[in-house]
């Protein structure tokens, strides 16, 4: 075999062909994919397979005392962790810190700190505001004036 170009069917990068079957790259996203890809086939056309994790799946949460413990203990640990961008339900938490800011007094009306009363660091100019996880790539255009308190 040559040296065959091929495209990623996840990430959809160019990369060289290793097999003249590949259709994924190396990284790891992108093998997860493919065996993720390669679990739903296997779950559809192959009947032992699917009885097999029917059975695996059974045996699990009745190891985890059925399927209200199990998301019970779900609920309860995701309050119990800080939140790290997942979808875990905070608001108690978040209603902790809400009354603890309550209490705290006003540093002033800058957000920085640093910042010297009445000194704006904010240039006035166009900007594009993008989703910072990348979960969609639209961005909005937008333009920021600065207003004098004069």
Same mark, same amino acid.
């Given at each position: 075999?040559?040296?065959?170009?091929?495209?990623?069917?996840?990430?959809?990068?160019?990369?060289?062909?290793?097999?003249?079957?590949?259709?994924?790259?190396?990284?790891?996203?992108?093998?997860?994919?493919?065996?993720?890809?390669?679990?739903?086939?296997?779950?559809?056309?192959?009947?032992?397979?699917?009885?097999?994790?029917?059975?695996?799946?059974?045996?699990?949460?009745?190891?985890?005392?059925?399927?209200?413990?199990?998301?019970?203990?779900?609920?309860?640990?995701?309050?119990?962790?800080?939140?790290?961008?997942?979808?875990?339900?905070?608001?108690?938490?978040?209603?902790?810190?809400?009354?603890?800011?309550?209490?705290?007094?006003? *540093?002033?009306?800058? !957000? =920085? %700190? &640093? #910042?010297?009363?009445? $000194?704006?660091? /904010? +240039? @006035?100019?166009?900007?594009?505001?993008? *989703?910072?996880?990348? !979960? =969609? %790539? &639209? #961005?909005?255009?937008? $333009?920021?004036? /600065? +207003? @004098?308190?004069?």
């Amino acid at each position: 075999m040559g040296r065959q170009l091929f495209r990623c069917r996840h990430c959809k990068k160019v990369g060289t062909k290793r097999t003249e079957e590949q259709r994924y790259c190396r990284r790891h996203d992108c093998q997860k994919a493919r065996k993720n890809a390669w679990r739903r086939e296997k779950y559809q056309v192959d009947p032992d397979y699917r009885a097999n994790q029917r059975a695996s799946t059974k045996t699990w949460l009745a190891s985890q005392g059925g399927s209200g413990a199990y998301h019970r203990g779900y609920r309860s640990r995701c309050k119990q962790r800080p939140r790290e961008g997942g979808h875990h339900d905070d608001r108690a938490r978040d209603d902790d810190l809400t009354a603890e800011r309550a209490q705290e007094p006003m *540093a002033g009306a800058s !957000a =920085n %700190s &640093d #910042a010297k009363p009445g $000194e704006s660091h /904010v +240039i @006035s100019g166009r900007y594009a505001l993008v *989703a910072y996880d990348g !979960a =969609n %790539s &639209d #961005a909005i255009l937008v $333009e920021l004036f /600065v +207003i @004098s308190k004069g």
